[in-house]
T-cell receptor, first 114, second 116 residues
């Protein structure tokens, strides 16, 4: 049974600070990792994907992957009130080719305090 | 592109009634996924299709649930008969599968189902 674990929060961070979100997964064969943002009452929206160990940066967002330790993290620099949302970690079990659904964590509720 | 389109956005039905949820994936995408989201269980994968063929339906909770994808631009999720515990938000998502890793799925706006 594939599992993805996240701290549900809420995680409260002052505006302008760095928000750090963490996720662990159980399936060592997992190949692809994603962070989705979900505002209340809305659908999940992809913000970052990462496939290789190390860091991947995109604007204020940095995803970090450590396959040996089976964890993924998301850093949000210069946090803004508009970043307040639930962040969902998602894992895909297989590599290239063929379809495979994502296994999601239950999400971390992030609150950016003005 | 208009994105993944789901209908209806909201559905309220009585226990025992049949419910049909509809999804139009992004044009050109070859994989389609149905998810259910509740507070208790989060986002759960129910079933997914690749090139209109059901690949894995192990997430479908029971025989009351069925899904079809008659062509590349349309899928349905049916619940018959519906029960109050089926109340949830149902999301459809689609993606383009290639030989490269990753299934970057794009979600529809969801259907909020309430069974009374």
């Amino acid at each position: 049974q594939k599992e993805v674990e996240q701290n549900s929060g809420p995680l409260s961070v002052p505006e302008g600070a760095i928000a750090s979100l963490n996720c662990t997964y159980s399936d060592r064969g997992s190949q692809s990792f994603f962070w989705y943002r979900q505002y209340s009452g809305k659908s999940p929206e992809l913000i970052m994907s990462i496939y290789s160990n190390g860091d991947k940066e995109d604007g204020r967002f940095t995803a970090q992957l450590n396959k040996a330790s089976q964890y993924v993290s998301l850093l949000i620099r210069d946090s803004q009130p508009s970043d307040s949302a639930t962040y969902l970690c998602a894992v895909n079990g297989h590599g290239g080719g063929g379809a495979d659904g994502l296994t999601f964590g239950k999400g971390t509720h992030l609150i950016i305090q003005p | 592109d208009a994105g993944v389109i789901q209908s209806p956005r909201h559905e309220v039905t009585e226990m025992g009634q049949e419910v049909t949820l509809r999804c139009k994936p992004i044009s050109g995408h070859n994989s389609l996924f149905w998810y259910r989201q509740t507070m208790m269980r989060g986002l759960e994968l129910l079933i997914y299709f690749n090139n209109n063929v059901p690949i894995d339906d192990s997430g479908m909770p029971e025989d009351r649930f069925s899904a079809k994808m008659p062509n590349a631009s349309f899928s349905t999720l049916k619940i018959q008969p519906s029960e109050p515990r089926d109340s949830a938000v149902y999301f459809c998502a689609s993606s383009l599968q290639t030989v490269e890793p990753g299934t970057e799925a794009f979600f529809g706006q969801g259907t909020r189902l309430t069974v009374v």
